[in-house]
């Protein structure tokens, strides 16, 4: 019997909400190169999903958060979700005040807060880590 392994890469992403919009990057690279998308990225050696996520964030966007602040979405691992292969990402959700700002850094072309309803048509499945994030929002606890 032959066993077969899937080789899997292992990401972050965030949901960063400031007064009813989402923090989304513009893609400065492919796939999905001048599309939206949300800010996150690889985990790295040794690294937590959820300090990956808060390292992204700043990387990405100049926005500072305590990974503790960061709250789970969920698991997104759909197989087909990423042109490149198997990638299997962490979303998480933060909540951060009215006056913060975002500039475009690393990885993104540009930055935008987007009202959450108008947060369509996202790179990869990232509308539906968006419309996840939503529900939890709104969910009772």
């Known amino acids: 019997m032959t ?12 949901v960063c909400i400031r007064d ?12 999905h190169k001048g599309q939206l ?3 996150g990225g690889h985990v790295d050696p040794g690294e937590t999903s959820r300090t990956a996520a808060a390292r992204e964030l700043l990387e990405e ?3 500072h958060v305590d990974p503790w602040d ?5 698991i997104f691992d759909t197989p087909e979700r990423d042109p490149r292969g198997r ?13 913060t700002t975002a500039t475009a850094g690393d990885d ?3 930055v935008s807060w987007t009202p959450l309803e108008n947060a369509r048509d996202l790179a990869f ?14 969910a009772p606890f």
């Open 37 to 39: 998308a949300l800010p």
């Open 87 to 99: 990638y299997v990402t962490v979303a998480y959700l933060v909540t951060v005040p009215a006056d």
């Open 108 to 110: 993104a072309a540009a």
């Open 3 to 14: 066993e077969t392994f899937e080789s899997i890469r292992y990401t972050a992403d965030v």
């Open 61 to 63: 966007t100049g926005v």
């Open 125 to 138: 499945d990232h509308t539906d880590i968006v419309t996840s994030a939503r529900y939890r929002l709104h």
């Open 20 to 31: 009813g919009a989402v923090l989304l990057i513009e893609r400065g690279w492919p796939p």
């Open 70 to 74: 960061l709250s789970l979405i969920g």
